[in-house]
Nanobody, 115 residues
Framework: QVQLVESGGDLVQPGGSLRLSCAAS??????LGWYRQPPGKERELVAT????????NYADSVKGRFTISRDNAKNTVYLQMNNLKPEDTAVYYC??????????WGQGTQVTVSS
């Protein structure tokens, strides 16, 4: 069974940092990434990364603050989030696209930025 399991969500003060991790149960994913869904809003792209990290894509709202990376030996993708703002508060979902073009989603992890 293909699974994506996120971890690392927490409550953090504005200006703080968090690192999210997403462990995949297999190595089938070409693209891995993160989406988020703020309260009362639709799910939106945060960042994606290609199989060998040659292509990175970021939402304009997180450029310069968030960094996506992956460790293919561990089937894991990371999202380092720095200088967090209250508007970053959301449920963060791990996302993967398999070699066959099938989309997979994790269950989500809550990130809350508040003083």
């Amino acid at each position: 069974q293909v699974q994506l399991v996120e971890s690392g969500g927490d409550l953090v003060q504005p200006g703080g940092s968090l690192r999210l991790s997403c462990a995949a149960s297999t190595s089938i994913f070409n693209v891995l990434g993160w989406y988020r869904q703020p309260p009362g809003k639709e799910r939106e792209l945060v960042a994606t990364i290609s199989k060998f990290s040659s292509r990175l894509n970021y939402a304009d709202s997180v450029k310069g603050r968030f960094t996506i990376s992956r460790d293919n030996a561990k089937n894991t993708v990371y999202l380092q989030m720095n200088n967090l703002k209250p508007e970053d508060t959301a449920v963060y979902y791990c996302y993967g696209v398999s070699r066959q073009g099938t989309n997979y989603w994790g269950q989500g992890t809550q990130v809350t930025v508040s003083s």
